[in-house]
């Protein structure tokens, strides 16, 4: 049994850390509530996030809109609650059964208790005479759980182990396939369906039985660094065919570890956005992104010249800079709302909808950044005490990379509803941050003689998920996907809209 309990709503994993600062008579109240609001739950119903406190602590908040819950989810995490606060309280071992006497009583086998417990079956942490902490269960609550999953637990009490002629009659018939290069987990995969065994019993018996495990080819797990072999080398147009002979797998099983390294690099990012109140509205994407002003866009920035950049004029409108600030956030909520649900071995159009939305995502904070630049590299000249051509290239390059950090940091943060803007708000930012003295007013010699260097990939510093962006310009499909057609497309939308299939989009692209 895992002694760190497994959430799967981040909502109700916060509800516990709650709870677990409350009184010792609050927390063993609460838990008790939760262990009675579990018998109500039904698995294919969605409750409501103040439902679920309301019930357990009686508070009702006034969020308008609340996060739905699936039952089968929610059953699994309440457990789950009740064993994290349980952990706190030190509550006696009188009478609680065991994990083990918890499954002959019902007749099952431990690793069926913890199958239970994600279907509702409540343990708590209690402490024995001798001080040792343990999961218990009193024979109460589980009568009770066994009255409520009557059919759950007779087909769980249906399987039985291995027995002795079963496990060498398996052996043997894997033994079979010797010299014939299938891996173990394929072969066991095709005795589970001959013998009518679980697919992981067949594999877990090959595994620990020497003479199937030594006289078998067990394929190692691909790792990451395997997987970032195999992403450069697409990159570098080595076609699958070569890859799957260096690897001895298969097209699809490599495009699933590169899937799989992708998600990862998605996961580890961190970047916040701004909840407007617009988003609410169910119509809510598809009248912010479907503003032409959000699909006209520059494309990505490759390198700029220090002293000539940005716009020199109040071009936008204030209607334009509302929808393009409210746009990006959009896109970067959508993104990590989406992070959050990938699973281990995500989609490749899942993961391509997250990308494509963090690409957009920056181009639009790249065009408020070139309408922000003017007045904040003003205000930068005027702390520096002389035009940035009579400065000396090296602090001119440094006082210019200064200053797009801090415009994109605050770009990335525009709040409209609070009335900031990209004129106004970033130069005062940089008029307080270049206060601290990091540029003070100096006689340095006139260097006008020498010439200043251009700044490659200016912008990609503000955001953390550069690597998706483009390191030179591209054509054709590749300018649909990098957004040098006015914004980033997915393979979805360059298919639809080439009227290709997604398939030829993709090996076009590969």
């Not at 995490?77 to 065991?98: R, Y």
């Not at 520059?298 to 000539?308: A, G, N, T």
Request: with cysteine.
């Amino acid at each position: 049994m895992p002694i760190a309990p497994r959430f799967h709503i981040p909502d109700v994993h916060d509800l516990a850390l709650q709870i677990k600062r409350a009184s010792e008579k609050i927390r063993l109240q609460q838990i008790k509530t939760v262990e009675k609001l579990l018998h109500e739950i039904e698995s294919e119903t969605l409750y409501p996030l103040d439902y679920l406190v309301f019930r357990i602590t009686h508070y009702r908040g006034d969020a308008l809109k609340q996060p739905m819950l699936l039952g089968s989810a929610l059953k699994g995490d309440l457990v789950s609650l009740i064993a994290e606060v349980s952990w706190s309280l030190d509550l006696p071992a009188n009478n609680m059964l065991t994990v083990e006497e918890s499954a002959s009583y019902l007749r099952v086998s431990s690793r069926t208790i913890s199958r239970l417990r994600g279907e509702g079956l409540v343990f708590y942490w209690v402490k024995e005479p001798s001080g040792r902490k343990r999961l218990g269960c009193s024979e109460e609550m589980l009568a009770s759980f066994k009255d409520r999953n009557q059919s759950r637990l007779e087909n769980a009490s249906g399987f039985s182990l291995l027995s002795k002629h079963e496990k060498e009659s398996l052996v043997l018939m894997a033994l079979e396939y010797k010299g014939t290069k299938r891996s173990l987990n394929g072969i066991a995969k095709e005795l589970a369906e001959r013998s009518g065994r679980g697919h992981e019993t067949v594999r877990a018996l090959l595994e620990t039985v020497c003479e199937s495990k030594h006289g078998l080819k067990k394929r190692t797990p691909m790792t990451m660094r395997d997987a970032r072999i195999v992403e450069r080398a697409r990159s570098f147009g080595i076609p699958w065919n070569a890859i799957e002979l260096r690897f001895q797998r298969s097209a699809g099983a490599l495009r699933k570890a590169v899937a799989r390294l992708r998600a990862r690099r998605l996961k580890q990012l961190r970047f916040s956005f701004v909840d407007l109140e617009i988003f609410a509205r169910e119509d809510a994407q598809e009248v912010i992104l479907g503003n032409s002003v959000i699909k006209n866009l520059l494309p990505p920035v490759i390198q700029i010249d220090p002293l000539h950049f940005g716009f020199d004029s109040e071009m936008q409108v204030v209607s334009d800079e509302i929808a393009m600030v409210s746009a990006m956030h959009l896109l970067k909520r959508r993104a990590k709302q989406s992070i959050k649900k990938l699973e281990y071995a995500p989609s490749e159009k899942s993961l391509d909808r997250i990308e494509t939305d963090l690409r957009w995502a920056y181009q639009l904070q790249q065009q408020l950044m070139l309408f922000a630049i003017t007045p904040s590299m003003a205000v930068a000249v005027q702390h520096a005490g002389r035009p940035l051509d009579e400065l000396p290239p090296q602090k001119s390059n440094a006082l210019v990379k200064q200053v797009i950090e801090i415009v994109g940091e605050s770009c990335g943060v525009l709040d409209v509803s609070k009335g900031q803007r990209t004129l106004s708000t970033p130069a005062s930012v940089v008029d307080r941050m270049l206060s601290l003295g990091v540029f003070k007013s100096t006689k340095t010699r006139a260097a006008t003689h020498l010439e200043i260097p251009t700044i490659a990939f200016p912008f990609y510093q503000v955001v953390p998920w550069s690597f998706l962006l483009p390191k030179r310009e591209h054509k054709e499909l590749y300018a649909m996907q990098f957004g040098w057609r006015g914004y980033p497309m997915t393979i979805d939308e360059i298919a639809d809209d080439l009227c290709k299939s997604n398939y030829a989009v993709r090996r076009k692209l590969q």
